[in-house]
T-cell receptor
Framework: EAQVTQNPRYLITVTGKKLTVTCSQNMNHEYMSWYRQDPGLGLRQIYYSMNVEVTDKGDVPEGYKVSRKEKRNFPLILESPSPNQTSLYFC???????????????FGDGTRLSIL | EDQVTQSPEALRLQEGESSSLNCSYT??????LFWYRQDPGKGPEFLFT???AGEEKEKERLKATLTKKESFLHITAPKPEDSATYLCAVSGGSQGNLIFGKGTKLSVKP
């Protein structure tokens, strides 16, 4: 089954304790992206990756890191989490993003992070 | 600045009562407008992509249309299972950037 898989689905942790949220897709997609969703603010893009070894900042990258060493994986790293990073996080992937034409993104089921 | 505004924020319909959701956008160089459906506790589920003004897409009770400044999602004779939050997103400007509206929460009562 074609899917985007995130782990963990839920995590409660404390301020300053490094954490990684993994994201994996099995569709051979070139493009992957991370979003956070907050009440009243909607979905906001954190980072995206056009292809392996190519990443770029979205609208809210502060406090986050990403890496894209392989096509299928795109982990989100919080080096020193703070309470304002408590949110619902989504990973997404898309076949490709071209200059003229963008393909729709397919989303995982989300990771709910609570940082105390 | 690229922006997406959806209206209304919430919409309550009776089963069978048709209506439309609006998505207004400002973006430099539209590369795609996307409609998604999101159920509670789930990730957004892709519905439609529109690329140019005048384009229309249809799926069951849903029909999406696009002009140079806005898109509409028309819902014909909705059923309770159509209840969800509908999200609009546009791709433009920076090549990989996708901007979402805040969504319209639709409730369809039997």
């Amino acid at each position: 089954e074609a899917q985007v898989t995130q782990n963990p689905r839920y995590l409660i942790t404390v301020t300053g304790k490094k954490l990684t949220v993994t994201c994996s897709q099995n569709m051979n997609h070139e493009y992957m992206s991370w979003y956070r969703q907050d009440p009243g603010l909607g979905l906001r893009q954190i980072y995206y990756s056009m292809n392996v070894e190519v990443t770029d900042k979205g609208d809210v990258p502060e406090g986050y890191k990403v890496s894209r060493k392989e096509k299928r994986n795109f982990p989100l790293i919080l080096e020193s989490p703070s309470p304002n990073q408590t949110s619902l996080y989504f990973c997404a992937s898309s076949p490709f993003m071209r200059q003229e034409l963008n393909q729709p993104q397919h989303f995982g089921d989300g990771t709910r992070l609570s940082i105390l | 600045e690229d922006q997406v505004t959806q209206s209304p924020e919430a919409l309550r319909l009776q089963e069978g009562e048709s209506s439309s959701l609006n998505c207004s956008y400002t973006v430099s160089g539209l590369r795609g407008l996307f409609w998604y459906r999101q159920d509670p506790g789930k990730g957004p589920e892709f519905l439609f992509t529109l690329y140019s003004a005048g384009e229309e897409k249809e799926k069951e009770r849903l029909k999406a249309t696009l002009t140079k400044k806005e898109s509409f999602l028309h819902i014909t004779a909705p059923k309770p299972e159509d209840s969800a939050t509908y999200l609009c997103a546009v791709s433009g400007g920076s090549q990989g950037n996708l901007i979402f509206g805040k969504g319209t929460k639709l409730s369809v009562k039997p």
